[in-house]
């Protein structure tokens, strides 16, 4: 049937939904969903859901993302890709848990410049037992882009940070003409901690992109909302409100 379904693991549980064909993955948190079984993470071995030939989505909570942008030679799309890995290899020593992509950023007759996104995720025993049981994965999403992704064409400004919280974790995103150029994740931290995290984080993108100013906060599922009024004397910021 090519039936399309979701996984959605955190620290806490495993969600699987099962959704049908008219539905896009980004209605992912609407009330409408067409099934949903929820999956204690520590007894994911005796899953009973049968996921032979379903399209599945594998979104995965609190993985941060490295990004870098490399400079090569141009290259074909084979060779190109065994370069990038050997260059994460040479970062990463052991490359068993890195999953990547890339895109090429910029062309020229002899270079390239490739942004690189990897996520460092210990969770691809899930995916090879999906797998196995005649899963096709599509994709392994970190949740914060899947979320970005969702909310991006909301946004007008060219260059901004992107705020998500969900499940006590935030999340940080720079990004810049349709880029993310940078993100950290924060677990379980306190309200009166949020400004110094803020004004780290503006620091690491400082020292990425200095002397360009990042004057627009996006809030996503934000609750302090004493926070978001207090930031708008100094930045330009917008609530896009809860999780919809």
């Known amino acids: 049937m090519n039936e399309k379904a979701i996984l959605e693991i955190n620290n806490k549980s495993i969600t699987y939904r099962r959704m049908a064909k008219k539905h ?15 999956i204690p993470v520590n007894n994911i071995e005796n899953i009973r859901i049968d996921l032979k030939n379903k ?11 490295y990004v870098t942008v490399m400079k090569l030679p141009k290259l074909k799309s084979k ?7 050997d260059e994460l290899k040479n970062k990463f020593k052991n490359l068993d848990n890195i999953m990547f992509s890339y895109e090429i950023v910029q062309s020229s007759k ?63 995103m720079a990004c810049y003409r349709d880029k993310i150029i940078l993100n950290n994740v924060y677990k379980d931290i306190f309200k009166d901690d949020f400004s110094e995290i803020l ?12 002397n360009f100013n990042f004057a627009t906060i996006i809030f996503v599922n934000f609750i302090y909302k004493d926070i978001i009024e207090s930031l708008s004397t100094s930045y330009k910021c917008r609530d896009l409100g809860d999780l919809r």
């Open 24 to 38: 896009s993955i980004f209605n992912l948190f609407k009330k409408n969903k067409i099934d949903e079984n929820v």
């Open 199 to 210: 004004e780290q984080f503006r620091f690491k993108l400082n020292i990425l992109m200095p």
């Open 79 to 85: 060779l190109l890709y065994k370069v990038i890995r």
């Open 55 to 65: 399209r599945l989505f594998i979104l995965v909570h609190g993985e941060e993302i």
């Open 110 to 172: 002899y270079n390239l410049e490739v942004m690189v996104s990897c996520m460092n995720w210990h969770g691809m025993d899930i995916a090879k037992m999906c797998s196995d049981s005649g899963a096709d994965i599509k994709q392994i999403v970190p949740i914060q882009f899947y979320m970005w992704s969702k909310y991006k064409s909301k946004i007008k400004d060219e260059n901004y940070i992107f705020i998500l919280n969900m499940n006590d974790i935030i999340y940080f």
